[in-house]
């Protein structure tokens, strides 16, 4: 089983910064992909940055130039820094991985817990 696990989250005043931290775990043969979702109350899950084992990385239009994804791939972690933070950030914020068990197995995505993040005065 493959195991993912955030954290980082928490409460932060406008134009804050938070960082957030993800690990995946468990039977890994590799990781394809590992980034970060978030999902606002009565909105969708929608996607905020990711980054792909070849190194290339993607954002939200929303998020470009106030959020920098980074990934140790030794460690199958990924890391998700949050500047200038808006009251619209505020959402749970969930990591997932693109992995496989073994070589012969297709990538499935695995997901973290979640964790709030609160941005208000």
């Known amino acids: 089983q493959v195991r993912v696990v955030d954290s980082g989250g928490g409460l932060v005043q406008p134009g804050g910064s938070l960082r957030l931290s993800c690990g995946a775990s468990?039977?890994?043969?590799?990781?394809?992909?590992m980034g970060w979702y978030r999902q606002a109350p009565g909105k969708q899950r929608e996607l905020v940055a990711s980054?792909?084992?070849?190194?290339?990385?993607n954002y939200a239009d929303s998020v470009k130039g106030r959020f920098t994804i980074s990934r140790d791939n030794a460690n199958n972690t990924v890391f998700l820094q949050m500047n200038s933070l808006k009251p619209e950030d505020t959402a749970v914020y969930y990591c997932?991985?693109?992995?496989?068990?073994?070589?012969?197995?297709?990538?499935?995505?695995?997901w973290g817990q979640g964790t709030q993040v609160t941005v208000s005065s």
């Open positions: 980054s792909l084992s070849g190194g290339s990385t």
């Open positions: 997932y991985a693109e992995a496989a068990r073994s070589r012969w197995e297709s990538t499935r995505t695995y």
């Open positions: 468990g039977s890994i043969y590799s990781i394809y992909a």
